[in-house]
């Protein structure tokens, strides 16, 4: 998919000339249909120090009932809506007890942004070779029956510490840095600060793939994975 929107890219520019699409353009795609089973659940109001049988579990593709419940929930009530995930990418369920209360996904990381690039410290050719080992917190949410302090902040502390040993097992190299895009009309980002993310700055609302669309202005927040992340992501 990330191949094919390059190609789409060099043929809006006359750089390749692509064959006619065999798909219909009317065609309608797959939709996320709302079930019972996403249905709002009874408040959760306990701090997360007093919820029970807290736990983090890995969605995979082998797990079809919860890979549906998953794309619903966040199809219902992320702000965002669900949207396949593209390339190399991890989801998460969070649970307390038999209750799921949040949910997030990892994917690939933006191409270019200047605050990251700049706090990296790196040049074009190292950003090509080494934007892999970045991992973009692409949803992240908390069911809105769900309000429990200090919730937030544990679950990315808590996938803070197990991302990089998922990500290996599954695609065979583990990332040095998170990154995520807060909308700042809509969430003030304390749960990110409060789990030692770092700030650094905003986007120019132009797009993950720097095209002309323009989407809204976000707030960049990084987490380095190891100390040592500068020094790898700046090795040839």
């Known amino acids: 998919m990330r191949c094919r929107v390059v190609m789409l890219r060099m043929a809006e520019k006359g750089i390749i000339e692509l064959p006619p699409s065999q798909r219909h353009k009317n065609l309608p795609r797959p939709q996320v249909v709302n079930t019972p089973t996403t249905d709002p659940r009874e408040a959760i109001t306990q701090p997360v120090n007093e919820l029970n049988g807290l736990r983090i579990e890995i969605i995979t593709s082998k797990d079809k009932d919860l890979s549906r419940r998953w794309n619903e929930y ?50 074009h050719d190292l950003r090509k070779l080494n934007l892999r080992y970045i991992v973009n917190n692409t949803r992240f949410l908390i069911l809105p029956w769900v309000n429990s302090k200090n919730l937030a902040s544990w679950i990315l502390s808590q996938v ?77």
């Open 74 to 123: 966040i199809h219902r009530y992320h702000y965002l809506g669900y949207e396949p995930c593209i390339g190399a990418n991890i989801r998460y369920m969070v649970w307390s007890e038999a209750e799921p209360i949040a949910l997030l996904c990892f994917g690939a990381a933006a191409w270019q942004i200047a605050p990251r690039d700049s706090f990296i410290g790196w040049n």
């Open 160 to 236: 803070s510490k197990r991302l990089p040993c998922d990500w290996m097992v599954r695609y065979g190299y583990s990332p040095y840095l998170m990154e995520t895009f807060v909308d700042s009309s809509k969430y003030s980002g304390h749960c990110y600060k409060a789990s030692n993310w770092k700030w650094l700055g905003r986007t120019t609302g132009r797009g993950k793939y720097e095209n002309k669309k323009v989407v809204a202005e976000k707030d960049i927040w990084v987490c380095p994975l190891r100390k040592d992340f500068a020094k790898k992501m700046l090795e040839a």
